[in-house]
């Protein structure tokens, strides 16, 4: 049989514990679940995408604001440009005040 599941009753439970080997020894390192569905959701692309060619097929992606598609054999070409933002020297952070003078 198997382990029966609780519900988390902390948000400290929801951390998983993880071994890594760093230079011969074994450290362990808590991993955010946030940061674990990331890896996977990195991965999973990269296997899809390994798979697509493999098929022949197209894979389409934006990088830098421009929408590419790629075939099997690598030749990009270009979809769609998007306008890219315009960078500011305002630097504003969450929570300051702003003073504005008549």
Do not use: C
């Not at 599941?5 to 390192?29: A, D, F, N, Q, Y």
């Not at 890896?39 to 390994?50: F, L, T, V």
């Not at 097929?57 to 998007?82: P, Q, R, V, W």
């Not at 300051?96 to 003078?101: H, Q, S």
Request: hydrophobic share 30%; net charge positive.
């Amino acid at each position: 049989m198997g382990k029966i599941k609780r519900p988390l009753e902390k948000k400290s439970e929801s951390l998983r514990k993880k071994v890594v080997v760093k230079s011969g020894r074994k450290t362990i390192k808590e991993v955010d679940d946030a940061a674990l569905l990331s890896k996977i959701g990195r991965e999973s692309a990269a296997q899809a995408i390994r798979e697509s060619k493999a098929l022949g097929l197209t894979i389409t992606y934006m990088e830098n604001g421009i929408l590419y598609e790629e075939d099997a054999k690598g030749k990009k070409s270009i979809i769609k440009k998007f306008p890219t933002k315009e960078k500011t020297s305002v630097h504003l952070k969450k929570g300051k005040t702003i003073r504005v003078n008549n």
